[in-house]
């Protein structure tokens, strides 16, 4: 049990699009999400706590307004990477919680922006 | 703000050997305390979850161990393979989940 599922698992855009990310607990309802982001050879870096029904959380320095958090049920949630731009090419994981199991998390989302 | 750190960051062994690899935490009131492995461009793997009230926990030829006042917690491996090569992350969970530094291991024939 406690299955995340992310898609895409990798993503090419443009400079000056926007992408969207889905990340869906496939076999649990999670009131909570959280997403990171991990740059090459480098640790796991949460960017925001997402919430069911309610406004993500951010952790300070991730702008909220370019990487935007909809949380609109107990199984989805989804990061837009809004007008991206090469420096925000990196690796997207979100994760989700299972009570005292502990932390279950997708697959990844490489974000590649030329 | 919680902090963690891994030791060593890289690591390279033959096959074989028995390694131990840490992790400490600054702040000691933790729920528990997670280990991952991540293979290259690839998402994460739980390996053993440890509750706060909890010294050990065991899985195969993994060992992890906590000790929380100290803020620290070891994963040891015994007999290591080269299918073993991955990065190692710990994660100490408060009111988030904050990862280590991670340490890279290579496990050659």
């Known amino acids: 049990g406690a299955v995340v599922s992310q898609h895409p698992s990798w993503v090419i855009c443009k400079s000056g699009t926007s992408v969207k990310i889905e990340c869906r607990s496939l076999?649990?309802?999670?009131?909570?999400m959280f997403w990171y982001r991990q740059f090459p050879k480098q640790s796991l870096m949460l960017m925001a706590t997402?919430?069911?029904?309610?406004?993500?959380?951010?952790e300070q320095g991730v702008e909220k307004d370019k990487f935007l958090i909809n949380h609109a049920s107990l199984t989805l949630s989804t990061l837009t990477v809004t007008s991206a731009h090469p420096e925000d090419s990196s690796f997207y994981i979100c994760?989700?919680?299972?009570?005292?199991?502990?932390?279950?998390f997708g697959s990844g989302t490489r974000l590649t922006v030329v | 703000k919680q902090e963690v750190t891994q030791i060593p960051a890289a690591l390279s062994v033959p096959e074989g050997e028995n390694l131990v690899l840490n992790c400490s935490f600054t702040?000691?009131?933790?729920?528990?305390l997670q280990w991952f492995r991540q293979d290259p461009g690839k998402g994460l793997t739980s390996l053993l979850l440890?509750?706060?009230?909890?010294r050990e926990q065991t899985s195969g030829r993994l060992n992890a161990s906590l000790d929380k006042s100290s803020g620290r917690s070891t994963l040891y491996i015994a007999a290591s393979q080269p299918g073993d090569s991955a990065t190692y992350l710990c994660?100490?969970?408060?009111?988030?989940?904050?990862f280590g530094t991670g340490t890279r291991l290579q496990v050659f024939p």
């Open positions: 994660a100490a969970r408060t009111d988030k989940l904050i």
């Open positions: 076999d649990f309802q999670a009131t909570t």
């Open positions: 440890i509750q706060s009230s909890q």
């Open positions: 702040d000691s009131a933790i729920y528990n």
């Open positions: 994760s989700a919680t299972l009570s005292d199991y502990g932390y279950t």
């Open positions: 997402s919430n069911e029904g309610s406004k993500a959380t951010y």
